[in-house]
Nanobody
Framework: QVQLVESGGGLVQTGGSLRLSCAAS????????MGWFRQAPGKEREFVAA????????DYAKSVKGRFTISRDNAKSWVFLQMNGLKPEDTAVYYC?????????????????WGHGTQVTVSS
C-alpha cells in the first residue's frame, strides 16, 4: 500500500512558478510509476504528467509540455512537479497518484493510489 500527501500549492500570478511535492509512504514506492492530475471547478480530472519507476521516461499533457517538469527521488520517496510559466487556466486542485506500471499511464483508471490534492490558483 502507498499513501500520498501533496504539498506546495498556493496562489501565484500569471507567469509565476510553483513546485508541487508528493510524499509517499510504503517500502515499494520505487516500483510505482507516478503521475500528476488536476481538476478545475466544474471540469473532469485530467492528466498532467507521469514518470516511470526509475525516472527514465516521462510524459506530459500538451497543455503543460515545455512549462512543467516531473521528477522523483526514490531514495526519499518524493515526486515533484515543477510548474513554470503558469497561466490562469492552470488553476485547479492537483493530485498525485501511483500506478503499478512499467510505462507512464495517462488514464485515471490505471492508477491505484491517490493523494487528497493541493490547490493551485493562478491570478490574471
Amino acid at each position: 500500500q502507498v499513501q500520498l500527501v501533496e504539498s506546495g500549492g498556493g496562489l501565484v500570478q500569471t507567469g509565476g512558478s510553483l513546485r508541487l511535492s508528493c510524499a509517499a509512504s510504503g517500502r515499494t514506492f520505487s516500483s510505482y510509476a507516478m503521475g500528476w492530475f488536476r481538476q478545475a471547478p466544474g471540469k473532469e480530472r485530467e492528466f498532467v504528467a507521469a514518470i516511470t519507476w526509475n525516472g527514465g521516461v516521462t510524459d506530459y499533457a500538451k497543455s503543460v509540455k515545455g512549462r512543467f517538469t516531473i521528477s522523483r527521488d526514490n531514495a526519499k520517496s518524493w515526486v515533484f512537479l515543477q510548474m513554470n510559466g503558469l497561466k490562469p487556466e492552470d488553476t485547479a486542485v492537483y493530485y498525485c497518484a501511483a500506478a503499478r506500471s512499467l510505462v507512464v499511464p495517462t488514464k485515471m483508471d490505471r492508477y491505484d493510489y491517490w493523494g487528497h490534492g493541493t490547490q493551485v490558483t493562478v491570478s490574471s
